[in-house]
């Protein structure tokens, strides 16, 4: 799966939908934070980590090691499919 097409899931209008989608993935809290600021409320990678009192490149990390989860369930999940249809 393309990182557009988990941002596309991730910005989708539905807030219900994206929850119910990261739902599927085992996130740390740290990861579901960084996800939410960065991704579904597009704050810079800047500010969200000195919301979150970490480092930028920390934040980068938790962030591709999201990615990598996202990646791995969702290219698999049937409803995921269909939300990238839609």
């Known amino acids: 799966m393309e990182k557009s ?3 596309k899931v991730l910005r ?5 939908l994206v929850e119910l989608a990261l739902g599927y993935v085992n996130l740390t809290e740290k990861e579901k934070q960084v996800i939410k600021y960065v991704e579904m409320e597009g704050k810079t990678e800047e500010r969200t980590a000195e919301i979150l ?7 980068q990390n938790i962030k591709a090691e999201a990615f990598k989860k996202l990646d791995f369930v969702w290219s698999y999940n049937l409803f995921i499919s269909m939300l990238l249809r839609a």
């Open 5 to 7: 097409d988990i941002r």
């Open 12 to 16: 989708s209008p539905s807030k219900e």
């Open 53 to 59: 009192d970490i480092s930028t490149r920390n934040l």
